[in-house]
C-alpha cells in the first residue's frame, strides 16, 4: 500500500471515532434528561420535602399502623394532622389531648404530654415503655399508634374514641346509657385490666382506673386508656394529691396514699370505686346532692348490711328488670373495695362474677377502719379461694396470683418504626 492510500485510510477512521463520540453523547444527555424529567425529584430530592411527598410518606406509616409496631413520628407531622393543635378533647394529669386526622382519613387523639428534661437515656427509656404499651393489645384497651420524641414535643398518640369518656355519660350528659348497657361496660372494663394484670409478660399496674379514663367506641364498647403512664411519665411527679400519694383522690386503694406495699390489687379498689359510680349513675362524693353528705360506698354498704338494696336501687333509678345484676354489681364492689389488698379478688375473677359464672360471698364491711379509724400495714398472699358456680356441683376453685398466662411479648427498640424515613 502508498504512503498516501495509507492516510486517506487513518483520516477516515478518525473522523467516524469522531462522529461516533459526539452521537453517543447525545444520546447519554437526552437520556439524563429523560431521567431528570421523570424522576427527578426522587433522584434529586430537595432539600425541604413538598406536600406531595410528605403524602407519600404519610399513606406508607399509615399502612404501618395496621401492623403492630407503634410509629414514630415528627413535630411537623402532628402538627399538621391536628390544625396546629386547633381541637382540643380535652386534659388531664398528663397534658392536653387534642383530635387529629392523618391524609388517609385516619382519626387519633393526640396526648401532648408535660414532661422535663429529654436526656439520651430518658429517650431510650420512653421509646422502650412505649413499645411495650404499643404492642400489649385487647378488645378493651385503647390502641397506642405512635409517640413523638422531640426537643420540643413529647406525645403519644392513640385511636380516637369517638364517644369519649365514661364520666361524660354518667355524670354530664343526658343519662342515655341504659343499666344492661352500663354493666356490659363494667364487664368490658373489668376484661381489660385483668388481661393488663394476669396476660401481659410484664404485669401492668394502671394506677388510675376511673370513669375519664374509660374511653368508648362507637358501639359504646369499653377501652381502657393510659395504661402504662404512671411508669411512663412518672406518675409521681405528675399526679400529687393532697396527701403527697398516687392516683386520683377518691379511687386511689388506700396503700397508694398510705406508702404500703403498692401491688396491682390497688387497680381492683379503683375498679369498685369506678362500679359504684356506674351504680349510681353520681360520682361517690357529690356536694350538690343533698342526700349524698355521705360518701356513696358507705351509704351502698349500711343499705345492704340492713337489707335494703330494693331501696336503693329505686333511688338510683335502676328498672326490677335490672334488680339482679345491680344486686350482683354492689356485690362486686364491695368485694373490690375490701381494705386489705389480699382480701379483694383477681380481676379475672370480678369478670366472672359481673357475668354471674362465680358466685360472690357475701361481701364483710370494707369501711371497717373508716368507722375504727384504725389502718395497718398487711402482707401481700398469692393464693385466694372462691366458689365456683359454673360447675355442676358447685366446687371449690383456687385463682392464684401466680397463673399468670404469657401473651404479650416484650418489643425489641428497634422495632419502633421511623415514620419519616420509609418513604
Ligand atoms: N383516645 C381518645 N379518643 C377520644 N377522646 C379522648 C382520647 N383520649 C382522651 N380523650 C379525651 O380527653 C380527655 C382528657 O384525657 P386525659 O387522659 O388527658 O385526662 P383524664 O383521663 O381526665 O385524666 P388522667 O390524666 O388521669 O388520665 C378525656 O376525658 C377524653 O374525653
Ligand atoms: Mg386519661
Keep these: 500500500m502508498s504512503s498516501v492510500e495509507s492516510t486517506e485510510s487513518t483520516e477516515s477512521t478518525g473522523s467516524t471515532g469522531a462522529i461516533f463520540i459526539v452521537v453517543s453523547m447525545v444520546v447519554i444527555i437526552v437520556k439524563i434528561s429523560v431521567l431528570y424529567y421523570f424522576c427527578g425529584k426522587r433522584i434529586f430530592p430537595s432539600v425541604s420535602p413538598e406536600p406531595q411527598f410528605m403524602t407519600l410518606t ?3 406509616f399509615l399502612t404501618d399502623m395496621e ?7 415528627t413535630d411537623q407531622q402532628l402538627r399538621i394532622a391536628t390544625d396546629n393543635y386547633s381541637n382540643l378533647l380535652g386534659s388531664g394529669g398528663f397534658g392536653a389531648v387534642y383530635k387529629g386526622i392523618f391524609s388517609n382519613g385516619t ?16 429517650e431510650e427509656q420512653f421509646k422502650a415503655e412505649v413499645s411495650t404499651i404499643g404492642r400489649t393489645h385487647h378488645f378493651n384497651l385503647v390502641r397506642l399508634y405512635g409517640f413523638c420524641f422531640e426537643r420540643n414535643l413529647r406525645a403519644l398518640i392513640y385511636e380516637y374514641m369517638v364517644n369519649g369518656s365514661l364520666d361524660r355519660y354518667l355524670f354530664h350528659q343526658n343519662k342515655t346509657l341504659g343499666f344492661e348497657k352500663l354493666h356490659e361496660i363494667a364487664v368490658g372494663t373489668a376484661r ?26 362507637r358501639n359504646f364498647n369499653p377501652k381502657v386508656a393510659d395504661f402504662g403512664l404512671a411508669k411512663l411519665c412518672n406518675r409521681e411527679n405528675t399526679h400529687i394529691t393532697m396527701s403527697g400519694g398516687r392516683g386520683t383522690p377518691g379511687y386511689a386503694a388506700p396503700e397508694l396514699w398510705m406508702s404500703f406495699p403498692i401491688t396491682h390489687k390497688c387497680d381492683v379498689y379503683s375498679f369498685g370505686i369506678l362500679l359504684f359510680e356506674i351504680i349510681g349513675r353520681r360520682r361517690n362524693f357529690d356536694v350538690n346532692l343533698p342526700e349524698s353528705q355521705e360518701w356513696f360506698p358507705i351509704l351502698v354498704w349500711k343499705k345492704v ?14 328498672d326490677e328488670k335490672d334488680k339482679e345484676i345491680t344486686e350482683r354489681m354492689v356485690k362486686v364492689a364491695l368485694f373490690c373495695v375490701q381494705y386489705r389488698p389480699e382480701s379483694r379478688p383477681i380481676m379475672s375473677v370480678v369478670v366472672k362474677m359481673l357475668e354471674g359464672s362465680l358466685e360472690i360471698p357475701d361481701p364483710v364491711n370494707p369501711f371497717q377502719h373508716l368507722m375504727d379509724g384504725i389502718f395497718t400495714a398487711h402482707p401481700v398472699p398469692t393464693s385466694q379461694s372462691y366458689t365456683n358456680t359454673s360447675t355442676s356441683s358447685g366446687s371449690c376453685v383456687m385463682v392464684t396470683d401466680s397463673s399468670i398466662v404469657c401473651t404479650t411479648p416484650i418489643m425489641r427498640r428497634n422495632e419502633i418504626e421511623l415514620a419519616s424515613s420509609n418513604g
Design 58 to 60: 404519610m399513606d406508607k
Design 67 to 73: 401492623r403492630e409496631k407503634p410509629i414514630r413520628f
Design 192 to 217: 381489660g385490666i385483668a388481661y393488663l394484670h394476669e396476660e401481659c409478660q410484664q404485669r401492668i399496674i394502671h394506677y388510675d382506673i376511673k370513669p375519664g379514663n374509660i374511653l368508648l367506641d
Design 305 to 318: 348490711d340492713t337489707g335494703q338494696l330494693e331501696e336503693l336501687t329505686i333511688a338510683c333509678g335502676i
Design 107 to 122: 382519626i387519633v387523639a393526640v396526648k401532648v404530654l408535660l414532661y422535663g428534661s429529654s436526656d439520651k437515656r430518658i
